[in-house]
């Protein structure tokens, strides 16, 4: 067995997962490497949710029965565990939304429809990159057409990195808003926060980090990034579906409009007029994802268990490991860059003429799970001139002979296709 510095106890931490243990295909032991799309989810964080709904399921705030305060609490309490996990200055800074895509469609919509000096309108510009999942790409379009704004976007180099040469030139005075994401889920790029945020404010733009390919792999810190809002998902995180977070800085929440109407985000009513209630509930209307909040933040009590710091090193180790066996791969090439520095453990690739989908096929015939397509980021292949890319993506249950075998099974892909 394949033994890497700083990795973890993977054979305790796989014993929490009970999907690790399934065969598929009959007799395939499943290797499960499609992590960056969704991660599996551990006993704690199932039995979390199981004893939510035999005993505390009820609708939350304004309830006075035992049920609703208990289940307030457990909602509520979540909140602030996604808080302290983020380093959030007041948990009042924490909105929960269903997913990431929510979260920046929230964002795009609060700025179209906002005041001066947010206002997002004819005369303003919109920055985003190249390397953007289409969560992260969409809304801003969808913003530009409503409001006749102009979108730019900082282009890819050839290694996969995002192109700042012309930084001032794309950031610039008429720049109301830029949305990049933290690590790519096509590249594995960990892009230089520092030096975009340094420019946005420079001119006075607004900063929105998407980090829904960190939150679950290092330790973030809003405040350290500097930013004005951070998107992220829990189903990437060991929690459930349908649960997501938008932190914006309380002063913003405070000034910018909701973007859903309905109940629980109202203060007063009446046919003529209605008042708002304070972040973040003004920006959850209706009934809330309640289940889906207690569940991710028992994966953030599993998670901070075993220590951020912790899952970084070894994802960082699997991923050192992962680029030296592929590269032993005749025909493979890496799409994004080719080292282990500044990267996520996330890693695309072609191999040959081989087109993604028969390399993924092929794999899942052998057990082995990974991601083929174009990954909701059309533009990078576009970038790189390949109709897709095969991508395996580790965890912190992932392991070297996981790669081994996925390094294998692509020699019996590049045999099976002569």
Known sequence: MTQLPGLLDTEAIRKD????????????????????????????????????YERYNANVHRGVHVLAEEATALYEGARDKVAAFINAPSRDEVVFTKNASESLNLVANMLGWADEPYRVDSDTEIVI????????????????????????????????RLDLSNIDEIITEKTKIVSFVLVSNILGTVNPVEAIVRRAQEVGALVCVDASQAAPHMPLDVQALQADFVAFTGHKMCG??????????????????????????????????????????????????????????????????????????????LTEYAVKRLAEVPDLRIIGPTT????????????????PHDVGQVLDEQGIAVRVGHHCARPVCLRYGIPATTRASFYLYSTPAEIDALVDGLEHVRNFFG
């Open 17 to 52: 997962f009970p999907v690790l243990d399934r065969l598929v295909h009959d007799d395939r032991k499943l290797v499960y490497l499609d992590n960056a799309a969704t991660s599996q989810k551990p006993r704690q964080v199932l039995d979390a949710l199981s004893e939510y």
């Open 340 to 355: 282990a520095e500044d990267r996520g453990a996330a890693i695309s690739f072609t191999l040959g003429d081989i087109h």
């Open 129 to 160: 990159t190249e390397m953007e999942h289409h969560s992260n790409i969409v809304p801003w379009q969808l913003l530009a057409q409503r409001t006749g704004a102009k979108l730019k976007w900082f282009g890819l180099t050839d290694d996969g």
């Open 240 to 317: 459930p579906t349908g649960i997501g977070v938008l932190w914006g800085r309380q002063e913003l929440l405070e000034d910018l409009p909701p973007f859903l109407g309905g109940g629980e985000m109202i203060e007063t009513v009446s046919m003529h007029s209605s008042t708002y209630a304070p972040a973040p509930h003004k920006f959850e209307a209706g009934t809330p994802p309640i289940a889906q909040a207690v569940g991710l933040g028992a994966a953030i009590d599993y998670l901070n268990a075993i220590g951020m710091d912790k899952i970084l090193a070894h994802e960082h180790a």
